[in-house]
């Protein structure tokens, strides 16, 4: 991939964030980027570090996509249902794993103090995952009935509704012309 910055173009090895959020985009990634996340990862940190970006840098805002560009097999955008549902995931997933974060550095508090709150944040995350599923499948069941996919298509989608195989496509002859 490749970035260009005024004149310059530059090839990326890992990722490049740009805009008026660049510092706190950068700050994001950095903490939670490296070589060894998968695709779905991937997308799922763009996805938080577009929501926090958003929410905190004046003048950043709007709607936002996200593509996923492969070497082999399809490429495309996301759809943004599928982005929402992710990012309202980890909207509620941020404030939860930030209270972990003080309860599991406050020494004030017992041992059993921060398990059973640490117990109380899974059970919640767990809600949240399931919730998220939820939405997925409806996503599914919407793209099959209202956007022409049949079922049979749909499963040789990936979960970003991308096609899991790009079939070579083969050339007209005139008379498949006729």
């Known amino acids: 991939m490749f970035s260009a910055i005024g004149p310059a173009v530059i090839q990326e090895h890992s990722y490049r964030t740009l805009g008026i959020g660049f510092y706190l985009a950068e700050f994001l990634a950095d903490r939670m980027f490296h070589r060894a996340l998968s695709l779905h990862q991937c997308v799922i940190l763009a996805a938080y570090v577009l929501f926090q970006t958003k929410a905190h ?6 709607e936002s996509d996200i593509a996923i560009i492969r070497n082999d097999g399809s490429s495309g955008r996301i759809d943004s249902a599928v982005v ?22 406050d020494l004030d508090l017992t041992d059993e103090e921060v398990k059973d709150r640490a117990a109380h944040v899974l059970s919640y995350l767990d809600m949240l995952r399931e919730k998220q599923k939820q939405d997925m499948e409806t996503w599914k069941q919407f793209r099959g009935l209202y956007m022409g996919s049949p079922a049979s298509l749909m499963e040789e989608a990936d979960s970003y509704g991308l096609p899991k195989e790009i079939k070579p496509s083969t050339p007209q002859t005139s008379e498949d012309q006729q």
């Open 84 to 105: 929402n549902a992710i990012t309202d995931n980890l909207s509620s997933i941020d404030a939860e794993v930030g209270s972990l974060l003080l309860t599991n550095a």
């Open 57 to 62: 840098i004046d003048g950043c805002g709007g």
